[in-house]
C-alpha cells in the first residue's frame, strides 16, 4: 500500500475550510493555503470564520491533532504537497454573467512554480466548462522543468448548513481525470470515504466540470418550476401546495427542491446559472440551456411578487406601514446574504416607504453590515410589535413555531405573508389572522 498521500487545500473559505478540517479529521495531514493572512491565522487558532453547524468542533479535533495546520506561503505548499486540492471561489463577474476566474489562475499560477515532485492539482471551485483543460496547459507551463504534475477534476456539492455532513458522507464523489495514476491518487486522498460505500463516477475533466452546473442548474429549475406553476395557480386561483404535495408522491418526480416560494438565492444557484447560460453561448449551444435565462426570470419574479403581495395585503400602499420581516439569510441554518431572497424584498418594502424592520436568528450581522439603512429588531416578536403586517422570508424553524395566538397580542393588524410556505395557514387562520401565500388561495 502507498503512504496517505499528503493534502493541501488552497483557499480557506467556505468550500476549503470545510475540505481541510473534514480531511484532517479522516487522518490526512493537511496544509490549508490561503493569502489572506488574517484567515489564516484565525483558522490557526480555531476559529471558524463562519456559520457552519459542527464545524467549529471539528477544527478543534483537527487542529489537536497535529494533522491540521495553516499558511500563506505557496513555497511552503509546493514543498508539502502529493495532492493540491484548489478551493477558491468563481464569483459571477461584475457586470457579466461569466463566471470570475481571477482567483482560480492566481491560485495555480501562484502554486505551480513551487511544485517540485511529481503531484496532482485537483480543482474543486465551479468553473465554466473547458478551465481544466486550460490550467492543465497553464500548470505544465509553470512548472518547473521535469516536474511531472497532472490536473483533475472534483467537483464539490456541498450545501450551506450541512457542509460537514456532506463532505463526510457525500452522495457520490466525480472524479475527472486523465491518466489512471491521476485516478489513483484521487481513490488515495478519499479512502476513507470511498470505504463507506461511497458511489464514484470516474470521468474526463470536461464532463466532471459540467456535472456541477448541470446540478446546479436541474436544481434551480426544479424550484422554478413549481414556482411557475404557483403563478398559474393564482390567475385561477388553485393551490401550488397541495399541487406541489400531490407532485412529490410521484417518486419519478420527488418532493425535493419543490418548495414554493420566494425562491432560491446564495452563493450558487443564482450565479452558476447565469454563468453557465453564459458559457453556453461562448461555445456555440446557448440554445440548449436558454431555459436557464427564464429559471432565472421566474426566480427573480418571485421577489416582486412578494412585494406586490405584501402591498395588495395593506390596500395597495406601503408607505408608513409597519412591516415585520422574518428573516434575511438565504435560507434557514445558514449566516449567509448573498443573493437572499428575504433581504431583498425588506430593502424594496424599505424603498416604497415601508417601516420595515428585519430579525434573522443568525444572519442579523451580517444584514447589519451590507444594509445599514435597514431597522433590525433583536427578535422575531420584537419586530412585529405594532405590525401592520408580519412577513416569513426564510423559515428558520424559530418562525415556523411562533403560536399565532400568542403573537396576535402584540401586532397593530392580523395579517401575515407566508413567503416560504412554511406556517399552518388554517392555524393562523383559526388564530383570526389574514393568511395569504404566493400560489395559495
Ligand atoms: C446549493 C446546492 O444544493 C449544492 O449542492 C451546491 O454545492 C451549492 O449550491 P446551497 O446554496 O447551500 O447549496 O443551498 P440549497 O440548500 O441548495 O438552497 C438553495 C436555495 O434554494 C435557497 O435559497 C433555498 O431557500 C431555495 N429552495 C430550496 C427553495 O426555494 N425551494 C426548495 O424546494 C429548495
Known amino acids: 500500500e502507498e503512504a496517505a498521500p499528503r493534502l493541501t ?38 476559529e471558524v470564520p463562519i456559520f457552519e453547524p459542527g464545524l467549529p468542533e471539528l477544527l478543534t479535533k483537527a487542529l489537536d491533532s497535529g494533522r491540521l495546520r495553516f499558511t500563506t506561503s505557496f513555497a511552503e505548499a509546493g514543498e508539502f504537497g502529493d495532492v ?18 481571477t482567483y482560480v ?30 490550467l492543465t496547459g497553464l500548470v505544465q507551463e509553470l512548472a518547473p522543468a521535469g516536474t511531472d504534475v497532472e490536473l483533475a477534476w472534483n467537483p464539490e456539492f456541498l450545501r450551506e448548513g450541512f457542509a460537514v455532513d456532506d463532505t463526510l458522507r457525500p452522495d457520490r464523489l466525480v472524479f475527472g481525470v486523465a491518466s489512471d495514476w491521476a485516478h489513483e491518487r484521487l481513490r488515495a486522498a478519499f479512502k476513507p470515504v470511498l470505504d463507506l460505500g461511497t458511489p464514484v463516477v470516474r470521468t474526463d475533466l470536461a464532463t466532471a466540470e459540467l456535472v456541477k452546473v448541470a446540478a446546479n442548474s436541474f436544481l434551480a429549475t426544479k424550484i422554478s418550476y413549481i414556482n411557475a ?32 416560494g420566494l425562491g432560491f438565492g446564495g452563493g450558487c444557484l443564482p450565479k452558476d446559472i447565469r454563468a453557465f447560460a453564459h458559457r453556453a453561448e461562448e461555445i456555440g449551444v446557448g440554445q440548449a440551456v436558454s431555459f436557464l435565462r427564464q429559471v432565472d426570470d421566474i426566480n427573480r419574479r418571485r421577489r416582486a411578487r412578494t412585494v406586490d403581495l405584501v402591498r395588495d395585503l395593506l390596500g395597495g400602499d406601503l408607505a408608513g406601514k409597519r412591516v415585520a420581516a422574518w428573516g434575511a439569510a438565504f435560507k434557514p441554518n ?66 415556523r413555531e411562533v403560536e399565532p395566538e400568542a403573537l396576535a397580542g402584540i401586532v397593530r393588524h392580523r395579517r401575515v405573508v407566508d413567503g416560504r410556505h412554511a406556517l399552518d395557514a388554517a ?7 389574514e393568511y395569504r401565500a404566493l400560489g395559495r388561495t
Open 84 to 101: 493540491h486540492f484548489v478551493c477558491v471561489g468563481t464569483p459571477q463577474q461584475a457586470g457579466s454573467d461569466a463566471a470570475d476566474l
Open 9 to 46: 487545500v488552497i483557499g480557506t473559505g467556505y468550500l476549503g475550510a470545510t475540505h481541510a478540517i473534514c480531511m484532517a479529521v479522516l487522518g490526512y495531514e493537511v496544509l490549508g493555503v490561503d493569502v489572506d493572512r488574517h484567515k489564516v491565522e484565525r483558522l490557526a487558532s480555531g
Open 334 to 399: 445558514s449566516d449567509d446574504i448573498r443573493d437572499a431572497p428575504a433581504l431583498d424584498v425588506a430593502r424594496t418594502i424599505h424603498g416604497l416607504g415601508g417601516d420595515v424592520r428585519v430579525y434573522d436568528p443568525v444572519a442579523l450581522d451580517n444584514a447589519r453590515r451590507a444594509f445599514p439603512e435597514l431597522t433590525y429588531g433583536d427578535s422575531a416578536f420584537g419586530v412585529a410589535q405594532d405590525a401592520d403586517v408580519v412577513v416569513l422570508l426564510t423559515e428558520w424553524s424559530d418562525f
Open 229 to 260: 406553476m404557483a403563478e398559474v395557480c393564482e390567475a385561477v386561483g388553485a393551490d401550488v401546495k397541495d399541487l406541489a404535495d400531490s407532485l412529490a408522491l410521484d417518486d419519478r418526480i420527488g418532493g425535493k427542491f419543490l418548495r414554493p
Open 105 to 134: 489562475d492566481a491560485a495555480v499560477s501562484s502554486l505551480a512554480p513551487h511544485l517540485r515532485r511529481r503531484c496532482l492539482v485537483v480543482g474543486k471551485s465551479t468553473v465554466p466548462v473547458g478551465t481544466a483543460a486550460r
Open 427 to 433: 392555524r393562523w387562520r383559526a388564530a383570526g389572522w
